[in-house]
DNA sequence: CAACTGCGAAAAATCGATTTACTCATTTCG
DNA sequence: CGAAATGAGTAAATCGATTTTTCGCAGTTG
């Protein structure tokens, strides 16, 4: 079908119009699927769209539209499993509405966040589905409120006055990993995180203190929050055990927190379960397959997606209201990396099941 | 600055022009940075721009240009390190030229592959960079031609007679890899992977053979290669290993086949490296964090990013000439899985260093 | 003093669609 | 039978820039 036209100019919706002897105009509606054109014209365009391998330009098509048929998608990063899903979910989901999905990643800079938003409000997307880096109080989303766009919060939000939030219900599969973690035992927990991503890390921390309170108040929870970065972290877990604290169970707030939590007991050569337990927020493929597998929490992607795309596009479309605040349900995955407290001896034996 | 603008149409560049009482065309050289502008002219401008927030809408600036400064970036997945690394490498460079990324997932689907470049082709986009989910002879890379698009195809490539090509010296990695387990006594030695990805796959195969054999004629290789997907690779090894078949080491090719391979032992009670030698090609974050931490072959992602970015702006900007293919040398990371053959008790003992 | 050169800016064409307004026919109905 | 309604299609305006062409005016030159 397509010969010659290997490297030349694209035909356009004037080329079509002219060879099927109508006006561009008749094409636009063949195209968008118009029922009041004469069915013999209708054939005559197809035969031209056909012959001549001709589409439709979409960013001259969204010319005249004020919303553009793209939505913005800021990730705070591309590089773990989380977020790499979500992408791939909004871009699914977009896709079917016939969106393309522009994303970008703020590389957990909220200066960059909002520079990226800045560019997407330049390409007037349509909708914007926002990761913060922080929370919901951000530059970002101000900057999206100052300048009307539309727009879902996703993940690291709790609830808005502006904009629909979507998030996993962190709390409620917090005091799930407390109901566990105390009916085996423990009464000496450690939980470590971010504070910086003030609203989940809030919510994932109360969760699970409130439920642990409520089973025994006098379980101790010790709580190690560092700021910003995952280096300070590192280095206050390495002090609180090196101070001789020796805590039954670990709950980590977050995946990086797992990784360092795990890089300090192998430093300390202590074993899951026999010597700590440990526990993480967010899942990943690697931790079904080690030695042990460990017990994370698992973040209902999928559902994050779907109903962030729901609300954003109803939002599109008009539709008026307050902002709604969703928890999607996590699942909790309980692997061997969680035992009996003192279920082994301390650094010896072995962790096979 | 900005008061009343909350909701509004956004300015343009004839709001700017009147407000600054000059020409459209004016505003538009004074914005492209062109110096023939009277400079008391070019300063009412500014203070129009400043003073009206105005931005240009990049696409309206892209629609008078055969090339839009738009870079599609083609990925078969979004979910691993590496190419989450990836995205995030391409999607900075292109930024730095003051273009925008457009990243798609294939979802390892060869046919999606080639609908998502058509899309990109839809929008015009100045150039590609393609990671096939197979190898430089899909489909995808035919449309490319076809349609004298401009590109560069990475990772999962050799060369390619029509576009540069940029990955990974996946061979020169393997053969490394060869003399490290050959030098500590590995004389039977199994070598997974998906055969599916011909062109990597191969050449790793190829280079590990090579260098094993001119090593020592006598180590035996096996090999197992499975199509398409990772789950008919599991069952072969599971096979594999059922017919009594203990070699001291396994080299996997891919990511997805070190994890497959870290369940097989599991599942056999097996422990790396007491009982088997474990590398794998591609690393993780949580490699250095488990226990035993597992060895593996570092690829150059911002290398490769950095290179296909600068053939591909080489190419858009005109450049003529033969297509080139460029190998970026790997890292090779000796970690705790590998160890000497026999170094343990079968089944027995810990597997703490 | 007429013709020429240049500079800087404005006017108009262009990119590729969509959408509005308008023109003919042909029906429908009072 | 004539007026209004409907159907099918086109020309032109529009979206927001960029780029080409044209123009006015000042200063030179023959």
Redesign the pocket.
């Known amino acids: 079908m397509a010969h010659k036209e290997a490297k030349q100019?694209?035909?356009?919706?004037?080329?079509?119009?002219s060879r099927a002897?109508?006006?561009?105009?008749?094409?636009?509606?063949v195209?968008?699927g118009v029922?009041?054109?004469?069915s013999?014209?209708?054939q005559r365009v197809f035969d031209a769209v056909e012959h001549l391998g001709?589409?439709?330009?979409p960013?001259?098509?969204d010319?005249?539209?004020?919303k553009r048929r793209i939505i913005g998608a800021i990730m705070p990063e591309f590089e773990s499993e989380f977020f790499g899903q979500m992408v791939t979910e909004l871009e699914g989901l977009a896709e079917q509405r016939g969106y393309t999905l522009v994303a970008a990643s703020s590389r957990e800079s909220e200066a960059r966040e909002k520079e990226v938003l800045a560019r997407m409000h330049d390409w007037r997307v349509a909708g914007v589905v926002l990761a913060p880096v922080r929370n919901e109080h951000g530059p970002a989303a101000a900057f999206m409120k100052a300048n009307g766009m539309t727009g879902v919060l996703i993940d690291r939000v709790l609830s808005d006055d502006a904009f629909d939030t979507v998030s996993a219900d962190s709390a409620a599969a917090s005091a799930e990993v407390a109901t566990m973690l105390v009916g085996m035992g423990h009464r000496h927990i450690l939980v470590i995180g971010l504070a910086e991503q003030a609203a989940t890390v809030r919510a994932r921390l109360d969760g699970f203190r409130a439920q642990a309170l409520a089973l025994d108040p006098l379980v101790r929870i010790d709580v190690i929050l560092s700021e910003v970065s995952v280096d300070p972290l590192r280095s206050s877990l390495r002090d609180y055990f090196g101070k001789g604290e020796r805590p039954t169970a670990v709950y980590s707030l977050l995946l990086k927190g797992t990784l360092v939590a795990l890089s300090e007991f192998r430093r300390r050569g202590w074993h899951c379960p026999n010597d700590i337990s440990l526990v993480g927020f967010d899942d990943a493929e690697w931790m079904q397959v080690t030695w042990p597998a460990i017990a994370a929490v698992v973040q209902p992607v999928r559902q994050i997606a779907t109903e962030a795309m729901n609300l954003l596009f109803a939002r599109i479309e008009g539709e008026e209201g307050p902002p709604t605040a969703r928890l999607e349900p996590c699942r909790v995955l309980m692997r061997e990396s969680v035992g009996l407290p003192g279920g082994g001896p301390h650094s010896g034996g072995g962790d096979r099941q």
């Not at 010319?63 to 004020?66: E, F, G, I, S, V």
Request: glycine share 2%.
């Open positions: 100019r694209r035909p356009s919706i004037h080329d079509v119009a002897g109508v006006s561009a105009a008749t094409v636009s509606k195209m968008a029922t009041t054109v004469k013999e014209n209708a001709y589409r439709v330009d960013l001259a098509s010319m005249r539209r004020a």
